[in-house]
């Protein structure tokens, strides 16, 4: 089905985005984790096309994504701002 991120992976996005390797519940870092495991299940997807609980999965992860990236727009819109540059989400 879909690829997992190891241990490593997600504390080396959690050290580039949530300040240090532990801090799992900043919201930068999780935005940035949810934009590595879309990326991972949309590569899934362009290769596995009928895989509908992969398309579940992906379409939830997008909707959290979307909350948070909204909970951070009204919280600190500079912030908001340097993320969707550092990811490249926004077009």
Request: hydrophobic share 30%; glycine share 8%.
């Amino acid at each position: 089905m879909a690829n997992y991120l190891k241990k490593e992976e997600i504390e080396k996005i959690f050290q580039e985005y949530g300040g240090n390797a532990g801090n799992s519940g900043s919201t930068e870092g999780q935005i940035a984790l949810f934009t590595a495991r879309i990326k991972g299940l949309s590569e899934h997807l362009q290769r596995n096309h009928k895989d509908h609980s992969c398309r579940r999965t992906l379409l939830s992860l997008v909707g959290k994504r979307k909350k948070l990236l909204r909970y951070l727009a009204s919280k600190d819109i500079q912030k908001y701002r340097d993320l969707i540059e550092k990811l490249g989400i926004r077009k």
